[in-house]
């Protein structure tokens, strides 16, 4: 034994006694068989020691204080999980009837378009026509009418082309000079136009 060791073994220990075994240093507040426990755990105890197995130890009102913490966090955390998921429910809710919109105002702006060129097109129905046009699948990739299409399936939907009116036309006369009402009163009251 060095003379350090052998000094502390034949100091007086705290019985007084001189020779008996060194008692452990004590640290505040900490036991005496933890404080010089070694820190590094035996492989035993190391597959053993886990937070359930710990907690199991504890005295009964260290437990009942844990599990009243831990149900409020667990709690919170239910809550927070539930609000979210209605949260995610209304926000699919809320795409799905965006989507709907887009669709509808497509479908406005398609019909709005088509009867915008059915009208110059001499269409005599545009309401008839849009479901016609629909229903023969006259649209192209952009929502364009094919006119040409319906009008040679549906030709009853368009207006027919009407000659011009002229009182002259086709008479062999040549071309008379216009004259008004006045013109043609005087002519027959025998009053010279000037």
Same mark, same amino acid.
């Given at each position: 034994?060095?003379?350090? /060791?052998?000094?502390?073994?034949?100091?007086?220990?705290?019985?007084?006694?001189?020779?008996?075994?060194?008692?452990?240093?004590?640290?505040?507040?900490?036991?005496?068989?933890? *404080?010089?426990?070694?820190?590094?755990?035996?492989?035993?105890?190391?597959?053993?020691?886990?937070?359930?197995?710990?907690?199991?130890?504890?005295?009964?009102?260290?437990?009942?204080?844990?599990?009243?913490?831990?149900?409020?966090?667990?709690?919170?955390?239910?809550?927070?999980?539930?609000?979210?998921?209605?949260?995610?429910?209304?926000?699919?809710?809320?795409?799905?009837?965006?989507? /709907?919109?887009?669709?509808?105002?497509?479908?406005? *702006?398609?019909?709005?378009? =088509?009867?915008?060129? *059915?009208?110059?097109?001499?269409?005599?129905?545009?309401?008839?026509?849009?479901?016609?046009?629909?229903?023969?699948?006259? =649209?192209?990739?952009?929502?364009?009418?094919? =006119?040409?299409?319906?009008?040679?399936?549906?030709?009853?939907? =368009?207006?027919? *082309? /009407?000659?011009?009116?002229?009182?002259?036309?086709?008479?062999?006369?040549?071309?008379?000079?216009?004259?008004?009402?006045?013109?043609?009163?005087?002519?027959?009251?025998?009053?010279?136009?000037?």
């Amino acid at each position: 034994m060095s003379e350090e /060791t052998m000094e502390q073994v034949q100091q007086p220990a705290e019985g007084g006694q001189v020779g008996a075994e060194p008692v452990p240093e004590r640290r505040q507040g900490v036991p005496a068989t933890q *404080a010089n426990a070694p820190n590094d755990p035996s492989p035993d105890e190391e597959e053993e020691l886990s937070w359930e197995s710990w907690i199991a130890k504890q005295e009964e009102r260290v437990r009942k204080l844990y599990e009243a913490h831990v149900s409020g966090l667990k709690s919170a955390l239910e809550a927070q999980k539930a609000q979210r998921k209605r949260v995610a429910e209304q926000l699919q809710e809320t795409v799905n009837q965006l989507e /709907t919109l887009r669709k509808q105002y497509q479908e406005e *702006a398609a019909r709005l378009a =088509f009867y915008e060129r *059915a009208s110059a097109e001499g269409v005599r129905h545009p309401k008839l026509a849009w479901y016609a046009a629909q229903e023969l699948g006259a =649209f192209d990739e952009q929502g364009r009418c094919d =006119f040409a299409k319906l009008r040679s399936h549906y030709p009853e939907l =368009f207006r027919r *082309a /009407t000659p011009v009116a002229d009182a002259g036309a086709g008479a062999e006369q040549g071309a008379r000079a216009a004259r008004s009402m006045n013109e043609v009163i005087r002519a027959a009251t025998g009053r010279r136009v000037g």
